[in-house]
C-alpha cells in the first residue's frame, strides 16, 4: 500500500500490509468450502438431470448459481490481489474489475434463470389428467368410473376455439364451437354445459349445424361465454397461465360421460396447438399447449337426486379442455426494468457526490435535507410503477417483478444512510477508506445480487 494519506485515508504502511496480508489469508480459507460446496452442488445437479439443461425440474440450480457466482468472485480477487498495488488508481481499477464482474455474473444468472423458466413445460397445470387418445381416455375411465363405466353412455364433445381474450385479472372471454357425436340408440338430451361461464347454458343455444352419420348424429354450436378463473400472478411477467372449459352433459340424472372427440382432429400432439384458430391473435399472451384431460370434482350435495347419477354423482369424471398460455414478457420488463434500470443509475451516480471533504461538499450542495429529499423523489417514483402492476394483476401476494423494486429500495436505503453517516462526520473505516470506495463497489453486486437471490427463490 501506498504511504501517506489514500484518498483521504490516512493509512500508512504498516497499516496497509497488514490489512492487505489479513485479506489474502481471508480470500483464500473461504475459497476451501466454497469450491466444496460448488463441486458438491454441480455432482448433485448433474445427476438429476445430466448435462442438458433440466427445464422441468432443476435440483440444486440456486445452490450451484449461488456457489459458482461466490467462487468465481473470490478467485478473481487472489489472482488480481488489489490490496497488493502500491498506488491507488491500481487498487480502484482492480476492485472494480471485480465488482463489475461479480455484478454481471448475477446479471447472468437472472438471465439464465429466466431462460429456464421461460422454457419450462407448463402441461402440469392442466387441470387433473391430460389424455391424448382414445385409448388413454378409456383406461382413464375404466378406472375412474363406478362399476369400470358399465351403463355409462359415453358422449365424444369436440371444441374449436377462434378467440380468447382477458377480462382483467380473474375473467377471460372464449368463443368457437363445440360439437357432440350422439349415438343414435342412446336417449341422451344433446347440448353442454359450461358450469363456470356467465351464463352456463348458453353454449349450445346457437345451433349452427347437425347431420346423420351412420350410428350417430352430429350437432354442432357457436359460443361466446365469459369465464371467472383463478389465475396464479405470482411469477408475473414470466407467469403462463392455463384457461380452461369445464363441461358438463345437459342431463343431471342420466348415466352420462363426456369424451374428446379425438376423431375430429389430427393426431393430438400437446404442443400443436390442436383445436386453435391458426390465425387467432393471442395479444400479450404466447400459446403454448393444448390438451383435454378429466378430473373428479367433489360436491357436497346430490342436487337433490335421491339415487345420485350422473352429474349429480360426484364420482363421474368431468371432461376438461384446457389451453395454456405463456406471457410476452417483453412488454412489462421493458416498461418497467428501464425506467427502474435509469433510477438505480441515478443513485449509484449520487454517491460520487457524497464525500468526507467538507469544502467539496459545499461546493456541490451536499447536505443531509437534499439526499432525503433525492431519496424521496426515487421512491415515489418506483411506488407509482409498483401500484401499477399491482392494479394490473390484481394479485393477492407479491408478484415477481416487485422484488426488483424493494431490492432498490433497499439500495436506496444503502445510499441514503451512508450519505447520512458521511454528513454526521461519523469515522467509519469502511466509510473514510479511499474516500468512500467500498459502498460504492458493493452497490452493483449487492442490488443484483438481491435481485437474483429473490429470482432463485421464486422459481426454484
Known amino acids: 500500500m501506498v504511504e501517506g494519506d489514500w484518498d483521504g485515508d490516512s493509512l500508512n504502511a504498516v497499516t496497509g500490509e497488514r490489512w492487505s496480508r489479513r485479506f489474502k489469508i481471508s480470500v483464500r480459507i473461504l475459497l476451501v468450502p466454497v469450491t466444496a460446496w460448488m463441486a458438491w452442488s454441480l455432482h448433485e445437479y448433474l445427476s438429476h438431470g445430466g448435462l442438458k439443461l433440466n427445464y422441468d425440474d432443476p435440483h440444486y440450480f440456486s445452490s450451484l448459481t449461488f456457489a459458482t457466482i461466490i467462487f468465481l468472485t473470490l478467485l478473481a480477487l487472489e489472482i488480481l490481489k488489489p490490496l497488493d498495488r502500491t498506488d491507488s488508481r491500481s487498487v480502484r481499477m482492480r476492485l472494480g474489475f471485480v465488482s463489475a464482474f461479480t455484478s454481471l455474473l448475477c446479471l ?269 423523489g426515487m421512491l415515489l417514483v418506483i411506488v407509482f410503477d409498483q401500484n401499477a402492476i399491482r392494479e394490473a394483476t390484481e394479485a393477492k401476494g407479491t408478484v415477481y417483478l416487485e422484488y426488483f423494486s424493494y431490492a432498490l429500495y433497499l439500495m436506496i436505503l444503502f445510499v441514503s444512510l451512508n450519505a447520512m453517516m458521511v454528513t454526521a462526520n461519523i469515522r467509519i473505516r469502511a466509510l473514510t477508506w479511499g474516500a468512500n470506495l467500498l459502498p460504492k463497489l458493493v452497490y452493483w453486486p449487492g442490488y443484483l445480487g438481491l435481485v437474483l437471490a429473490a429470482t432463485l427463490l421464486v422459481f426454484f
Do not use: C
Open 108 to 376: 447472468a444468472g437472472i438471465a439464465f434463470a429466466w431462460t429456464m423458466v421461460y422454457g419450462k413445460a407448463s402441461e402440469q397445470s392442466a387441470v387433473g389428467s391430460i389424455v391424448t387418445n382414445d385409448q388413454a381416455t378409456q383406461r382413464y375411465l375404466t378406472e375412474h368410473l363406478p362399476q369400470h363405466g358399465a351403463g355409462y353412455t359415453k358422449v365424444p364433445t369436440g371444441v374449436f376455439i377462434q378467440s380468447v381474450e382477458f377480462k382483467g385479472a380473474s375473467n377471460v372471454t372464449l368463443s368457437g364451437y363445440v360439437w357432440q357425436r350422439i349415438p343414435r340408440e342412446a336417449r341422451v338430451k344433446p347440448g353442454v354445459i359450461f358450469p363456470e361461464a356467465g351464463d352456463a347454458y348458453a353454449a349450445t343455444e346457437k345451433l349452427v349445424y347437425q347431420h346423420d352419420e351412420g350410428d350417430h348424429r352430429l350437432m354442432g354450436w357457436y359460443f361466446y361465454a365469459e369465464f371467472r378463473q383463478l389465475f396464479d400472478y405470482g411469477s408475473y411477467p414470466l407467469d403462463k397461465q392455463n384457461v380452461w372449459l369445464r363441461m358438463w352433459g345437459v342431463d343431471f340424472q342420466q348415466r352420462v360421460v363426456l369424451t374428446p372427440d379425438f376423431a375430429g382432429y389430427p393426431p393430438w400432439k400437446i404442443r400443436n396447438m390442436t383445436a386453435m384458430d391458426a390465425k387467432m391473435v393471442y395479444g400479450e399472451w404466447n400459446p403454448d399447449f393444448t390438451a383435454y384431460s378429466y378430473l373428479s370434482n367433489p360436491y357436497t350435495t346430490n342436487f337433490g337426486f335421491a339415487r345420485p347419477a350422473g352429474i349429480s354423482n360426484s364420482n363421474t369424471p368431468e371432461l376438461y379442455f384446457n389451453l395454456g398460455l405463456k406471457r410476452d414478457p417483453q412488454g412489462p420488463l421493458y416498461g418497467s426494468l428501464i425506467r427502474w434500470s435509469f433510477i438505480a443509475l441515478v443513485v449509484f451516480f449520487a454517491m460520487f457526490l457524497i464525500t468526507i471533504d467538507e469544502e467539496r461538499r459545499e461546493l456541490v450542495g451536499f447536505s443531509t435535507f437534499q439526499v432525503m429529499s433525492f431519496a424521496v
